[in-house]
């Protein structure tokens, strides 16, 4: 998606990522949102670039489809992330205004355990000779 903005921005814009928690409670945005209630991880993603007009927007999320030369793009950037994004349940919208910039609100299910990291420390093996 950041690329995508990179993209959308040709030289100059500004590019905005922020990430909260969200309690989604209230029917219209579950209903906007295609997500039941919970809590969720909102990371947004904005850029001040050309935007899409309508017909754009729409498709997107559908493989292959980009506006983009075939040395630009794929088609595959975003229905991949929407996949992935629906596997952990989870929802991405998109909204963009042509001309001023778009906006990627991607949610995920906000995990409530206690995380915890472990590092392991592993010495580097002395190479051995080849028999
Ligand atoms: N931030 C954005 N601003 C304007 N248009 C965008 C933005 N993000 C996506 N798009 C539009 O959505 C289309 C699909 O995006 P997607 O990331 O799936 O494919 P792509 O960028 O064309 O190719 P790639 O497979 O290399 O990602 C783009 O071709 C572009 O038209
Ligand atoms: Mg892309």
Redesign the pocket.
Known sequence: ?A???R??MKSVGQLYIAVRNANLEDAVSMAKLDLPPGDYVLISIE?T????PPA?LER??EPF????TAE????????MTFGFVKQSGGYIAAE?VEGK??I?RMFLPRAMAEGSIEATIIEPSVPQPLP
Request: charged letters at 10%.
């Open positions: 998606m690329i995508n903005a993209h959308a850029d670039g050309m935007g899409m754009v997107i999320f489809f980009t506006t983009k630009d793009g794929t088609g595959l950037g975003l229905s963009s910039g778009s990627f």
